[in-house]
């Protein structure tokens, strides 16, 4: 079936085979629904349209904007998806967690009807490669052949091009200053800051980032249209901490590595995602990264890709850059893009923010065992425990756009203590 038509039917045609309004019963496949919490909201009357650039964030609008964000922006590079794409396991039936929440216990049926996720899927990263789903399901009329907006989940990606970069030998210390890459930012509060501490978003670099519509972010989206990356990262030019011994949250840090990454490689950081991470790992479907007026992709944010691609980069990412027998991201990379060495404390769980700690552009959990995620604002992430090799992916369109994840990691919880063994 040609995919336009595919597109325009198949959400309606799935959730009517699977069951109709509610989540799918126990099946081989993943599960489709039309609905979800507050739908009418979301648009469900109106078939959940797809709005302009100005109308992505407005609820209406979210569900189809979100997963349709590159048709909106037509600044969008390709990243072709492989002849072949690397197989995925299923469980024969869907596990059936229970977590506790505010008191109550919980089915994950109950998660869906409570949450605003437009795809939720559970899969378990095997031994010797590969990986099998445990769980899958599409809300909102949405299906397995959408592309998903990442928000800062695409933050994460720059920062393992990076990994791969000082593998090769383009770049050959995170130790040096962004600068010695990018003539461009020489002389400014970016240029002077190490690599290093750009990836643990610690340049010291004033920088306010709160979507208000007014914020640095705001101010950042803006530059990058009106006058490309380079004037658009400029703008941050005052610094009031020392690199490297303070965390501050700051999308333009993204963008900066990813200048370093252009520049190291000598060509584009799209074409290098194809041929270093997206084609290597079997990807599915073809992905799409939002560029800026110059094709520059926005390397903090934006970049679009089916359920069930998030989820092989999860589950590549919870064997430690191993996929199906091959390193695609090198391994010490990522434990050093997921630990917090002895002194860099201030980026500590429970010091870099209240509850979670920061790594290489990745989010880092508290205790003992070693678990990870990528975040985007919205409600998007993906969640990583490589001790059992388990990975949750959530495509979501929450409203405020931050918080409102303390029911998500309830369910993760229980996930981990009942399947992570």
Aim: aromatic residues 10%; glycine residues 12%; proline residues 6%.
């Amino acid at each position: 079936m040609a995919k336009p038509l595919r597109r325009l039917i198949g959400s309606a045609l799935l959730a009517l085979l699977a069951g109709g309004e509610g989540p799918a019963a126990a099946q081989a496949g993943p599960g489709f629904s039309a609905t979800g919490p507050d739908a009418e909201a979301y648009g469900a009357g109106q078939g959940y349209l797809i709005g302009t650039p100005a109308e992505t964030n407005l609820q209406r609008f979210m569900v189809g904007s979100y997963s349709h964000f590159d048709q909106i922006i037509h600044r969008a590079a390709r990243i072709a998806r492989p002849k072949m794409a690397s197989p995925l396991g299923r469980a024969a039936d869907p596990i059936a967690p229970l977590y506790d929440y505010q008191g109550t216990t919980h089915t994950i049926e109950a998660y869906l009807d409570r949450q605003p996720a437009t795809g939720l899927l559970i899969a378990r990263a095997g031994k010797d490669g590969g990986g099998e789903i445990l769980f899958e399901q599409y809300r909102y009329a949405r299906t397995d052949i959408d592309r998903f907006l990442s928000q800062s989940m695409a933050k994460t990606l720059t920062a393992l091009l990076v990994g791969i970069a000082v593998d090769e030998g383009a770049i050959r210390s995170i130790d040096e200053l962004a600068e010695a890459y990018v003539p461009e930012l020489m002389g400014t509060e970016y240029g002077g800051t190490p690599i290093r501490d750009l990836l643990h978003m610690s340049s010291g670099v004033a920088y306010h980032e709160v979507y208000d519509g007014n914020d640095d972010s705001a101010r950042l989206n803006r530059g990058l249209i009106a006058a490309g990356p380079f004037a658009a990262v400029k703008q941050f030019n005052i610094r009031d901490a020392t690199p490297g011994t303070r965390f501050y949250y700051a999308g333009a840090e993204t963008e900066v590595l990813s200048l370093v990454l252009a520049a190291a490689i000598h060509g584009k950081v799209a074409d290098y995602l194809q041929s270093r991470i997206w084609q290597p790992m079997g990807a599915e479907a073809d992905a799409a990264w939002i560029t800026d007026g110059t094709g520059h992709p926005l390397g903090y944010c934006c970049f679009n890709a089916v359920l069930r691609d998030w989820a092989r980069i999860g589950l590549m990412l919870a064997r430690d850059g191993a996929w199906n027998g091959r390193q695609i991201v090198p391994r010490q990379w990522i434990l050093d893009a997921t630990t917090v060495s002895p002194d860099s404390a201030y980026l500590a769980p429970g010091r870099a923010t209240r509850f979670l700690g920061y790594g290489y552009q990745t989010w880092l959990f508290p205790g003992d065992r070693r678990q990870f995620a990528l975040l985007g604002i919205h409600g998007q992430s993906i969640f990583i425990d490589p001790p059992s090799g388990l990975v949750m992916v959530q495509t979501a369109v929450q409203v405020p756009p931050t918080g409102g994840r303390g029911e998500a990691f309830a369910l993760w919880t229980a996930l981990v203590r009942t399947y992570g063994d």
